[in-house]
């Protein structure tokens, strides 16, 4: 046998070969797995593995619930992230055929697409992404959630699944963003004209609407949700909003019937460290209490202590727009990292996704063009929204709007 093809090779010398088998059952295993070495001394079914002191599968081999079973070679097709043989430098990647295939890493910079057509086709079936534009990876079990804005739906797409299920659609204006909590509490925002809305899905229950008094007036009134784009939601179920269309961003908590201005000056943009204009997207870091706002049309990304004054500082662009390293053009997302040292942000009418070391005076791209230029190759993005990241952070997702699709990158 071809040990790195898997394919069985006639041979040239000999007439005939012996061949050894063993039948492999689940009932070989419930015995020796997870079990103390002294269950698979002499086994054939399992090793005695050195760091747990317990039987597990041989190499080459992946648990498959009740059984070893064989890694899988390059081009098959694979389900897990463990099943490829990871000896060859094969992992689970999404392929064109919307599958999902043993295959080697991507180089930096090459996008896979894990939602939509590799090609930009629109669709409004389950294959397809129609004006994806807020996305959100769960990082409590990979499922990547995607907001789309020119067919009105949320949709959920599982690990190693290109298939989407819809989520919502009835009702649907313009919607934009999607976050869930640790409890998998779905919350949806719908920017829509004249109005604002947010719809939360609650495990095992209806869905409901939020804020109490309905779909908000152009009032910028505080018990409203006029023009909302960004939603986050702490451990304390307290929501963040952002209301673009009243540049500022609100906090409600629970069983509240108006919101608290954390940042920014109803109805009045600004371009001052109180002020905003057009935010939109954010990221909230917890454990170091701030919170990150894409401030699209003043071209930065500002910085905001939670409980704090609202004042903000740039952490991120500012100065006007450009496409040099150390300029953002209409950012609309923004993300940190778990270590809170580092921001991923969708630089959109550049065409490409920044990473930025906080502190640093310029950032690197990491997905697109560097000048800015707009395309649907594999190297390129058209119009990014929004950007997520893996549980792992391995993967950087990115909503790319004009292509219809999502693109996923390795990160180096």
Not at 83 to 97: A, Y
Not at 154 to 164: H, I, K, T, V
Request: hydrophobic share 30%; charged share 10%.
């Amino acid at each position: 046998m071809d040990t790195t093809t898997g394919s069985i090779v006639a041979s040239s010398s000999k007439p005939r070969s012996s061949v050894g088998s063993v039948q492999l059952s689940p009932n070989n295993y419930v015995n020796s797995h997870n079990q103390s070495c002294n269950h698979c001394d002499q086994s054939r079914y399992e090793i005695c593995n050195v760091n747990s002191s317990t039987c597990q599968c041989p190499p080459f081999t992946y648990w498959n619930n009740g059984m070893c079973m064989t890694q899988l070679f390059q081009g098959q097709l694979c389900s897990n992230a463990y099943v490829c043989r990871t000896d060859l430098n094969l992992s689970c990647q999404p392929s064109c055929d919307f599958t999902y295939r043993c295959s080697a890493f991507p180089s930096a910079g090459i996008g896979q697409t894990v939602a939509g057509f590799c090609n930009g086709s629109t669709d409004a079936g389950t294959l397809g992404v129609m004006g994806p534009w807020g996305i959100y990876v769960s990082p409590f079990d990979g499922i990547l959630y995607v907001t789309n804005y020119d067919v009105p739906r949320f949709q959920s797409f599982l690990p190693f699944s290109r298939a989407g299920s819809t989520i919502l659609s009835n009702g649907l204006s313009a919607p934009e963003d999607i976050f869930v909590d640790s409890s998998h509490n779905i919350y949806m925002t719908d920017l829509t004209t004249g109005q604002g809305i947010m719809y939360i899905q609650r495990p095992g229950m209806n869905l409901t609407s939020f804020p109490p008094i309905g779909q908000s007036d152009s009032s910028c009134s505080l018990t409203g949700l006029y023009g909302i784009t960004g939603v986050v939601v702490d451990q304390f179920n307290n929501i963040y909003a952002t209301l673009s269309r009243c540049f500022i961003i609100v906090k409600w908590v629970p069983n509240s019937t108006a919101g608290i201005l954390v940042v920014g000056n109803p109805g009045y943009y600004g371009t001052d460290s109180n002020t905003l204009d057009w935010p939109h997207f954010m990221s909230l870091d917890e454990v170091r209490g701030a919170l990150y706002v894409a401030d699209s049309t003043n071209n930065r990304i500002q910085k905001f202590t939670i409980g704090g004054t609202g004042t903000g500082i740039t952490v991120a662009g500012g100065g006007g727009s450009g496409v040099g390293l150390n300029k953002l053009d209409g950012p609309s997302g923004v993300l940190v990292t778990r270590n809170g040292q580092t921001l991923y942000i969708a630089d959109s009418n550049n065409n490409r996704v920044m990473r930025w070391n906080l502190g640093d005076t310029q950032g690197s791209v990491v997905a697109g063009s560097a000048s800015g230029v707009a395309g649907k190759t594999n190297t390129l993005l058209s119009n990014p929204g929004d950007v997520a990241l893996d549980p792992t952070e391995t993967y950087l997702y990115v909503s790319d709007y004009n292509n219809n699709r999502v693109q996923r990158f390795v990160l180096q």
